[in-house]
């Protein structure tokens, strides 16, 4: 009998493509407290941990299985408040199966719950595809929502519930109190969720999950059910999404009802989008990126969210790769040959949106400042921006103007080489 | 007479007040090789939808092997071994040549839908993938996207994932639609190999591909077979004849003039 053997990638692209990355993976994870982080670094690369988790469960849905969810916050959500409650109930100590449960552990009580929430929402939902679909889950995110501030006993009201997750037995040494402890608590989960996945990627239903995305007819005629496949693939997506509301949990010590709401819910479509659907790795880029902006960039300007929405108008419009679309197109150029042209282009459209972004900014800062009447002024690098000052219109017609004209000229060039 | 492969009686169909299949009886021994012809619009495509599950019968009644299986889903037609191909290229373009195929091997051997297992650890599966390649010429493009195959690879592509499966009754709608001469023969000569001791029926526009491929031939015109035959008793039907006007009357002519 002949083999096919030659047919799979070879044990070094295997090694290459699926081994290393998760092995640099952990290895980065290791190395990150060598540097002493601030306590704000720790608690920013926590909420980027459980972003990691979050965007990639939601990648499950609508970058692998081609469906647009609008309310994935729901299983992330109503995980956080299981591990909390858990959490509760290793506090009182009442049980012998939660009395020995240790807090380090509760992202597992976070997966089932959000599988079981997978599993009955996804019934009806995944009946139907494509705006349907979306619509329904639109439907439930706003149902839940509604009900988290109904039922006071599992939502805890406006209040939200609160635990304390220096409780209960004790796993690796650790009694996850300071931020260090958390840190590790976090990093594993984050590795176990990406692995976890990554490996569903790999399996029979993670492929035909893709082939379901791509053309849903033909799946029917190799003997799959496609609604069974985006069924399965939910109920993941979701126990994913409880893993990471697990890890929230534990790390924030409380959930409120605004954790089902709509808000969580586009921020992760956002993640997912920005970071790139089409790579695995785009959610993570996505996640970073965003819970960066979130809580830096929120310090620098309170016009934080225009950015970010015409950073998503962006990417939507010019670079549906996502970040990681970006990111992996440049490692292209890199590595084949006739780069410098390409690469030239390249620099010169990056100059140009810098250009045009940097007039965007200037107006936007110098509007907001002037919008909100408590005369404050913009001023960056020493300059006096105001909304009457002829500098300030000077500068930003001018670089708006600069960044068009370069971006113009490559296009021409473009066309010309074309 | 065993157990036909396939057999169709009083099948019907109706969209609205218009009836599309009036009532269609067709029997298919086991290893038979059918094509179905007949003018456009007869209702081929529509037939070839309601046997495999597509849209549900409106009356009558589809057994393959004895078993009924008109009005189930096409995924549980497809797990009882029928399988079919479409008339416009229906692959998986974002996946390689092999993703594809394998696609078509996984639930026929028994991983359905399971999440435990890694695709690359699953022998079997591999093996099957490359002797459906392999069978269908496709091994040295396996590792190319489907969507930058040429056209014809596609169709062959089209017919790999139909095979992959294991299926025993094959239906191939057109799958020698859009091809140049020398492509079609070796079409033929692809679906000729692929198929052999399977039951297949075909719907083909080529006359020549049609009357060198079947060993029998039904003429589908406004919903019902007007004709059921060897080629030669097609050959001879004045029925036949009369249901072929304009071009396709003279590629008749040609290809039973060709032949004798």
Known sequence: MQSYEHLAPSRAVKIRQ???????????????????????????????????????????????????????????????????????????????????????????????????AGAIIGWPSCKRSGVPFAMISLGVAELVAAAGYMFGSFFGGEMGVTGDRMVGPQLFGLSMGPVEDVYWFIAFWTFVGTLGIYAFTRTPIGKMSEATRDNPERVQFVGYDPNRVRYLVFIFAGAFAGLAGGMAAVNYEIFTPESVSLIP????????????IRYFTGPIMGAILLT????????????????????????????????????????????HDGTREVLTRRVKQAVGVALAFTGLVILTEVAVRWSNGYGEVFEPFGLHLGIDTPLSWVLIVGFFAAGFVTLRLTRNKEEGAA | MSTPALSINGLKKNFGPAEIICGVDLDLAPGERHAIIGPNGAGKSTLFNLISGLYTPTAGSVKLNGEEIAGRSPHAINRMGLSRSFQVSNIFANMTVRENVRCGVLYSLGYGYSFWRNVGNLREVQQKTGEVLERVGLLDKAHLPAALLPYADQRTLEIAITIAGGADVILLDEPTAGMSHSETDRAVALIEQATADK???????????????????????????????????????????????GDEDEQLALATGGAQ
């Open chain 1, 18 to 116: 699926r081994f290393v990355p998760f092995v640099v993976m952990a290895l980065v994870l290791a190395v990150i407290p060598v540097f002493d982080p601030s306590r704000t670094m720790y608690s920013l690369m926590a909420a980027m941990g459980i972003n990691i988790v979050f965007a990639l469960s939601y990648n499950m849905l609508l970058g692998r299985g081609g469906l647009l969810s609008f309310g994935h916050a729901v299983y992330f959500g109503l995980g956080g408040y299981a591990a909390l409650h858990a959490m509760n109930a290793i506090d009182a100590g009442d049980s012998a199966f939660w009395g020995n449960y240790p807090v380090f552990m509760l992202p597992v009580v976070g997966f089932a719950m959000g599988a079981l």
């Open chain 1, 265 to 276: 819910s586009g921020l992760v479509l956002l993640m997912a989008y920005i970071g790139g």
């Open chain 1, 292 to 335: 960066y902006m979130q809580s830096m960039l929120s310090d620098y300007s309170e016009a934080w969210l225009l950015y970010l929405g015409l950073l998503f108008i962006a990417i939507v419009m010019y670079a549906p790769g996502g970040v990681a679309g970006i990111v992996f197109g440049l490692l292209d150029i890199f590595r």
């Open chain 2, 199 to 245: 039951t297949l029926i075909v719907v083909e526009h080529d006359m020549g591909v049609v009357f060198n491929l079947a060993d029998r031939i039904s003429v589908l015109v406004y919903g019902q077979i007007i004709a059921t035959g060897t080629p030669e008793e097609i050959r001879g039907d004045s029925r036949v004849r009369e249901a072929y006007l």
